[in-house]
């Protein structure tokens, strides 16, 4: 009885980490700025192309709505993850295709991707 109560807390925790992902994805296709406001950490590594900056919480959420904006997401394909050994990080890359283009998106976060642990966000043209 030990082991399935065990086995049920182990995937549920692991259905909220994933599920967290998932919606931070969806976040971003949706354009939800509100959404994606609490992943991000206070000030953030933002890099838009060759535009790196670390910038506050709110200004990188303006830089990223602007880029939203003008390049309306039609859908994204997470294409690699990885974590460090010891699973204090973890690293999303995602394809993004939009109305225009289609770019590489790569979202470093402290610990799994969650409520203020997104460290850095990059956006490359793919």
């Given at each position: 009885?030990k082991?399935?109560i ?10 909220i ?5 998932v919606?931070?994805?969806n ?6 700025m ?33 880029f939203?904006n ?16 010891n699973?204090s ?7 993004i295709?939009t109305?225009?283009d289609t770019?590489?998106v790569?979202?470093?976060?402290s ?6 642990t997104v ?7 793919f």
């Amino acid at each position: 009885m030990k082991h399935f109560i065990f086995f049920l807390f182990f995937i549920s925790i692991s259905n909220i980490n994933g599920q967290s992902e998932v919606n931070f994805f969806n976040a971003l296709k949706n354009n939800d700025m509100v959404t994606l406001e609490t992943y991000l950490e206070d000030n953030i590594d933002f890099c838009l192309f060759e535009d790196q900056q670390i910038l506050s919480k709110k200004a990188a959420l303006n830089k990223l709505k602007m880029f939203l904006n003008n390049h309306k997401v039609l859908g994204i394909e997470i294409m690699h993850k990885g974590t460090s050994k010891n699973k204090s990080s973890q690293y999303k890359v995602a394809k993004i295709n939009t109305s225009k283009d289609t770019f590489r998106v790569f979202v470093f976060a402290s610990g799994e991707i969650g409520t203020n642990t997104v460290k850095e966000i990059r956006i490359d043209k793919f």
